[in-house]
Nanobody
Framework: QVQLVESGGGSVQTGGSLRLSCLTS???????????MGWFRQTPHKDREGLAA????????VYADSVEGRFTISRDNAKNTLYLDMNNLTPEDSAVYYC?????????????????????WGRGTQVTVSS
């Protein structure tokens, strides 16, 4: 099974920055680069919001309007790790952040950043931004 573990969450003030990481283990015979990856976030009583996705070899990325220009998704396939660099944070960015994986296939569908298009999920890491 694919297992994802997020880290790097915490509390920051408005305007601050954080880097989230997602260490991924994949089944024997698979490679991390066999999977497209994404970041999502969720607050109570709201649907999970897609933030960014990156294709298996980093050739393509996509961002939600709410984070474009402030967040950067990247991956290091040698380290089986996905990253999300978050800058200029505001209280509206406070949420539990999740990484997700989808076995490489139709990248075009993942560009819509729908949670239902991703198969594997981490347990999340809390980000709190204070004013």
């Amino acid at each position: 099974q694919v297992q994802l573990v997020e880290s790097g969450g915490g509390s920051v003030q408005t305007g601050g920055s954080l880097r989230l990481s997602c260490l991924t283990s994949v089944p024997r015979g698979d490679r991390f680069s066999d999977y497209h990856m994404g970041w999502f976030r969720q607050t109570p009583h709201k649907d999970r919001e897609g933030l960014a996705a990156i294709s298996q070899l980093s050739a393509s990325t996509v961002y939600a309007d709410s984070v474009e220009g402030r967040f950067t998704i990247s991956r290091d396939n040698a380290k089986n790790t996905l990253y999300l660099d978050m800058n200029n944070l505001t209280p509206e960015d406070s949420a539990v952040y999740y990484c997700a994986a989808a076995r490489a296939g139709m990248w075009a569908s993942l560009e819509k950043l729908r949670a239902t298009d991703f198969t594997y999920w981490g347990r999340g890491t809390q980000v709190t931004v204070s004013s």
